[in-house]
């Protein structure tokens, strides 16, 4: 891409489901927090190109905040393929061993069925090269803000997953013709 490019990511609203759940794609997001919203809304930029994943629940955020995003397929989610659906203590208790190697090194361990932090990664990249040159937001997920992070920051996978990424929370990164510029990280405006 040439041209610089300012970047505005937010992470969609809480999911309106059981908490402790890995939810589907099609899981909605919970828009209760109106305040939270309209301050993300105030303090996003005006006339900016809007992406999004196409996972439910960013659509629905990034509705509520008054954007219609283009979906990417690239900025979905880390698929956690046959563990989609089941909630974290139920995988622990029916697969001690399996479940808990995931989690000894979670960027490189695929679910069954599913991709690895690192193959999110790969996939966030690509579409960070598909966003246009200027001022865009981005509505996506915790993984996906992880990933243009470690893009960003020349960070490992595993590196990157310490990164805290709350619900409506924003982060700003700009890619620049001289490299990248991390301005802000998991902001909760007001």
Excluded at 54 to 67: E, M, N
Excluded at 100 to 116: D, K, Q
Excluded at 126 to 137: E, I, N, P, S
Excluded at 158 to 184: C, M, Q, Y
Aim: with cysteine.
């Amino acid at each position: 891409m040439e041209g610089d490019t300012f970047l505005w990511l937010v992470r969609h609203a809480v999911v309106d489901g059981i908490a402790g759940t890995i939810h589907a794609s099609d899981a909605p997001a919970d828009l209760s927090d109106r305040p939270q919203l309209d301050a993300l809304r105030r303090h996003l930029p005006q006339n900016a190109t809007s992406y999004a994943s196409p996972s439910r629940r960013t659509v629905d955020t990034a509705r509520a905040l008054g954007l219609e995003p283009a979906l990417v397929p690239e900025f979905r989610e880390q698929d956690f393929g046959a563990w989609t659906g089941r909630r974290h203590d139920d995988l622990a208790a029916a697969g001690k061993d399996k479940y808990a190697a995931f989690w000894n090194e979670p960027a490189r361990s695929r679910p069954p069925g599913g991709e690895s932090f690192e193959d999110q990664f790969a996939r966030v990249r690509r579409g960070l090269d598909q966003v246009a040159a200027g001022t865009a937001t981005l509505v996506v997920h915790s993984g996906t803000i992880r990933a243009a992070l470690c893009v960003a920051l020349d960070l490992t996978p595993e590196a990157a997953l310490r990164f805290v990424i709350n619900p409506l929370s924003l982060t700003r990164i700009d890619r620049l013709s001289k490299g990248w510029r991390v301005v802000s990280v998991n902001q909760r405006v007001a």
